[in-house]
């Protein structure tokens, strides 16, 4: 498969006897993995067989040709992927995690802020981890009051953040 690749999810561990893995789901959407699907576990193709929704936002795949604990077992870890072509458009102002991670940020201006290094999902909006240049990590809220424009195909997102606060040595009396 030449076609740019994009990770859908990664295999946690084996459970039970049967061949059965439970995956991490990255976007949380279990029609992702119906039955017949395709997706690539490294350079190995795999096919659906069936799976179910499993504990803590987990699902329960069984793979075709995967039939035991042992040939489940080789899975652990490994992240599971698929064409591209095939994620559908993320809906107008949402952003799947993959078009996100590696973007430059700038502020207003154009300054470099760093660069989208993870996502954190806190349940009411994600939150980017971003490395900056010199070291260390800020956080920012994925808000509209803060994220201004997102460049999926530039790979470029402009926030316009807050002022720093002043630490009680910088105010004055």
């Known amino acids: 498969m030449s076609e740019d690749r994009v990770a859908i999810g990664r295999v946690r561990r084996a459970v039970g ?14 029609s992702r993995l119906a039955r017949g699907t395709e997706v690539l576990a490294g350079e190995r193709q795999l096919t659906v067989k069936t ?17 035991d604990r042992d040939s489940a077992d080789l899975l652990r870890g490994i992240e599971l992927e698929m064409p591209e072509s095939t994620i559908p458009p993320a809906p107008e102002g949402v952003y799947y995690h993959y078009q996100v991670i590696g973007s430059a940020v700038v502020d207003l201006e154009g300054g470099e802020i760093g660069s989208v290094s993870g996502i954190m999902e806190t349940g009411a909006n994600d939150v980017y981890v971003v490395s900056m240049p010199g070291g260390g990590d800020i956080l920012i809220p994925a808000t509209r ?14 926030v316009d953040l807050p002022p720093a606060p002043h630490g009680p040595q910088d105010q004055e009396d």
Do not use: C, H, M
């Open 17 to 30: 006897l049967d061949g059965r893995v439970e995956v991490e789901i990255y976007s949380g959407d279990i």
């Open 145 to 158: 009051d803060t994220v201004k424009d997102v460049d999926t195909v530039g790979k470029v997102i402009t």
């Open 51 to 67: 799976a179910a929704p499993g504990r803590k936002q987990l699902v329960n795949v069984w793979f075709e040709g995967v039939e």
